[in-house]
């Protein structure tokens, strides 16, 4: 079966400070990669996805940058970090629609809590 | 409008009742939609996937209605650990790898 593990679990890191947060997938190959952030009592907004190695789609100008070096390997990451910059940081995968023909539904890490003092 | 659309709550709803919320999306393309819940400072789970002709999953049932661009979601009998926020999520292009995330509906189950 299919794992995706996500950490660290919580975070707290000063203005300015650079972020890395890793995400790994078990159990599936090719799977398409995301990022999103939910902000206190917010919906959850996309930063980032992936549907390959070295393929990465950005949804919204911001500080932060992803990578995917490796198949299932997706990394979040900041130079300098800022306060809006907190909030929850979900990683999720999916199977990519080119493999099942039709979008299949995501499924999540147990996030990363950010805060950014 | 809004791509994706919930009515936030929050629905305050007794143990045992039937309760339904809806989601309405933009884009009449669209051809996946998914309920999720998510637990209080927890990751989101997926509920259930919704099919064109509407499907069950015990004592929840998923609909859509393409002619008015809305989903639904039907939970009955509700148990008080049915207290969550529900996502509506929807793929807004066909085959896009996106799919959007509406802000949810609050629901609480009261003894």
């Known amino acids: 079966s299919q794992t995706i593990h996500q950490w660290p679990a919580t975070l707290v890191q000063p203005v300015g400070s650079p972020l890395s947060l890793e995400c790994t997938v078990e159990?599936?190959?090719?799977?398409?990669l995301y990022w999103y952030r939910q902000a206190a009592g917010r919906g959850l907004q996309l930063l980032f996805y992936?549907?390959?190695?070295?393929?990465i789609s950005s949804e919204v100008p911001q500080n932060l940058s992803a990578s995917r070096p490796q198949d299932r390997q997706f990394i979040l990451s900041s130079k300098k970090l800022l306060l809006s910059d907190s909030g929850f940081y979900l990683c999720?995968?999916?199977?990519?629609?080119?493999?099942?023909?039709?979008?299949?539904?995501?499924?999540f890490g147990n996030g990363t809590r950010l805060t950014v003092t | 409008r809004k791509e994706v659309e919930q009515d936030p709550g929050p629905f305050n709803v007794p143990e045992g009742a039937t309760v339904a919320f809806n989601c309405t999306y933009s884009?009449?393309?669209?051809?996946?939609f998914f309920w999720y819940r998510q637990d209080c400072r927890k990751e989101p789970k997926l509920l259930m996937s919704?099919?064109?002709s509407g499907n069950e999953d015990g004592r929840f049932t998923a609909q859509l209605n393409r002619a008015s661009q809305y989903i639904s979601l039907l939970i009955r009998d509700s148990k008080l650990s049915d207290s969550a926020t529900y996502l509506c999520?929807?793929?807004?292009?066909?085959?896009?790898?996106?799919?959007?995330f509406g802000t949810g509906t609050r629901l609480t189950i009261i003894p």
């Open positions: 992936s549907v390959g190695i070295g393929q």
């Open positions: 884009n009449s393309a669209s051809q996946s």
């Open positions: 159990g599936t190959s090719n799977p398409n």
């Open positions: 999520v929807v793929n807004m292009i066909f085959g896009n790898e996106k799919l959007t």
């Open positions: 919704v099919y064109s």
């Open positions: 999720a995968w999916s199977v990519s629609p080119k493999t099942q023909g039709y979008n299949s539904p995501l499924h």
